[in-house]
């Protein structure tokens, strides 16, 4: 009889405690409370990292790459074209004296690329600047020779200002500050190209064309997509940084 007893205490204790975490139905008033856990804020470094990924694709999908596989540049090289009047309209012309007769029918883009951009924050933490790279091949194609002439590779760096201000209703945004091709970024070398032919003396005169019409040209077709990136961020994400920000809170990692 002393063992029968025990057990019976013993499934009891047991049956109470399987109520308690769930094994048998239990009333309402007697339920445990649930433990939820809120999604977390992203943390300061992780709000550059998600800025530099929402810029990147937000650049990508606005059709970067075809506005740079599309720069007008034969139009500018060609007699009369340019803004600048006879400075950039001549330029052809120097360009094709290097070799008596030739006549460069062609400057076809390839290969555009953007790069991994690059992000500092000004020392007053107020200021972002974002260094976007930007890669494309240029090839100059001629009847002479039936076939291109140069392949050249281009990069160049475009550099946006983005900060943070208050409108009439004290929100806060973010806003595009300058956005300018960065001085001394502009690297052009030789791909491949004719050896027979006077290379160097073209190549030298190409690049002097393209050192004077290829980065603010290329500067006048990025900067407006990257207006229109940063005014179409996640608000969430938008209004994080901005309050950073307005704040002056360093978030970006110096390396």
Do not use: W
Request: glycine share 12%; with cysteine; net charge negative.
């Amino acid at each position: 009889m002393f063992q029968t007893g025990v057990l019976i205490v013993f499934y009891g204790l047991l049956a109470q405690t399987m109520a308690q975490f769930g094994g048998l139905p239990v009333p309402l008033d007697q339920a445990l409370p649930l433990t939820v856990n809120p999604a977390l804020p992203l943390t300061p470094t992780g709000l550059a990292g998600s800025l530099t990924n929402a810029l990147s694709n937000g650049l990508l999908s606005g059709g970067l790459l075809g506005i740079l596989e599309n720069l007008p540049l034969l139009d500018i090289l060609k007699p009369g074209g340019g803004t600048s009047g006879g400075l950039l309209g001549g330029l052809l012309g120097k360009v094709t004296s290097v070799i008596p007769g030739l006549n460069i029918i062609d400057i076809k883009v390839t290969d555009p690329q953007l790069l991994e951009l690059g992000l500092v924050q000004s020392p007053d933490g107020h200021r972002l600047y974002v260094t976007i790279p930007l890669g494309i091949n240029l090839q100059v194609n001629t009847p002479l020779v039936g076939a291109s002439l140069l392949r050249l590779t281009v990069k160049l760096n475009i550099t946006a200002e983005i900060l943070a201000v208050r409108d009439k209703q004290e929100r806060i945004h973010l806003v595009l500050g300058d956005c300018t091709h960065s001085p001394g970024s502009l690297h052009i070398s030789l791909l491949d190209g004719l050896g027979p032919l006077p290379i160097q003396g073209l190549l030298d005169s190409l690049t002097g064309i393209l050192n004077k019409v290829l980065p603010e040209l290329v500067q006048g077709k990025v900067c407006p997509l990257v207006n229109e990136v940063l005014s179409g961020l996640d608000v969430t994400l938008a209004h994080d940084i901005a309050n950073m920000l307005i704040h002056g809170l360093q978030f970006v990692i110096k390396v």
